[in-house]
């Protein structure tokens, strides 16, 4: 049986040959890459189930949000305006004097709702289909899954969270 780990090294040799760019699957997200023992077992399905799963349980810790399920989640978090109580949700940080963090802003609202569906459309697609099928993944089916959350848990460690005050709070 030929080992993983030559496997690796033949692909990177071919890679460096052909001047394709590489993609290590090591520099993904550290939520994301913690289903790295389903992935080194050849278990892609699982692993970007348990990748996706990571995420939302990681930010549903963060934000004190165990009352809703994952979908509801992303919508509520991901929603443009302001938070509501117990529903704290995701903001560009900075100054609002600053040019860049006014065109980031600015296009929040429209970013906001392309996460929400994104984060939405990704849970029911890939989440709900991972966990309701049997159906194996190509691991570079696997791997684009695991880098579209990859991207959003990077995403998502740049925003400021947002909290409403509670009434008579400081």
């Known amino acids: 049986m030929v080992s993983r780990h030559w496997i690796a090294i033949d692909e990177a040799e071919a890679v460096s040959e052909s001047m394709i760019p590489g993609f290590a699957s090591s520099g993904l997200h550290g939520v994301i890459w913690a289903a790295a023992a389903h992935w080194t077992a050849r278990q892609y399905r699982v692993g970007v189930r348990e990748a996706s799963e990571a995420l939302t349980v990681h930010w549903k810790g963060r934000l004190g949000r165990d009352d809703v399920s994952g979908t509801l989640f992303w919508q509520q978090t991901l929603s ?47 989440w709900n289909v991972a966990t309701h099928t049997r159906d194996e993944l190509t691991e570079q089916e696997g791997m684009e899954r695991f880098a579209v959350y990859s991207y959003f848990a990077r995403l998502f460690d740049r925003c400021e969270i947002r909290r409403a005050e509670e009434p008579g709070g400081a």
């Open 80 to 126: 443009a305006g302001e938070p509501e109580i117990g529903k704290p949700r995701f903001a560009w940080p900075g100054s609002a004097e600053g040019e860049t963090v006014k065109c980031m802003r600015g296009g929040l609202a429209p970013l906001a709702g392309a996460l929400d569906s994104s984060a939405t459309g990704l849970n029911l697609t890939v």
